[in-house]
């Protein structure tokens, strides 16, 4: 058994975010390239944008500190500290409207 602060560890990537250039900080708390299951705590300053990617499998984002906007071709989601975003099987991506860190959990297909 091993227990994560997610706002501790959210605090921390924004401290990092804010000192670093591309404004944006991450870690990995469960998983990795070799799991199915990833969850990655994500800080950004605002303004900062994580590039429009592809979805590698099911995804959904939680937002733990902040305001966020997701950006996908059909439609575009904020969110704000509580929410849960499903994210689409689509090409999107993701802007820090506030100081924001979320928690992005992907199953990646197999």
């Known amino acids: 058994m091993q227990k994560t602060s997610l706002d501790a560890l959210a605090r921390q990537l924004l401290r990092a975010a804010r000192a670093g ?7 990995t708390v469960y ?10 705590v994500v800080a950004m300053v605002a303004g900062a ?25 059909q439609a575009t989601w904020e969110g704000r500290r509580g ?11 993701l802007e820090a409207v506030t100081d924001a860190a979320v928690l992005l959990t992907v199953a990646k297909h197999r």
């Open 21 to 27: 250039e591309s404004g944006r900080s991450a870690d």
């Open 49 to 73: 944008a994580l590039a429009e990617h592809q979805n590698p499998g099911e995804a959904t984002l939680q937002v733990l500190d902040g305001r966020v906007r997701l950006i996908a071709p």
């Open 31 to 40: 998983g990795g390239h070799e799991k199915t299951l990833r969850q990655t």
């Open 83 to 93: 929410d849960l975003l499903i994210i689409p099987e689509a090409r999107h991506s």
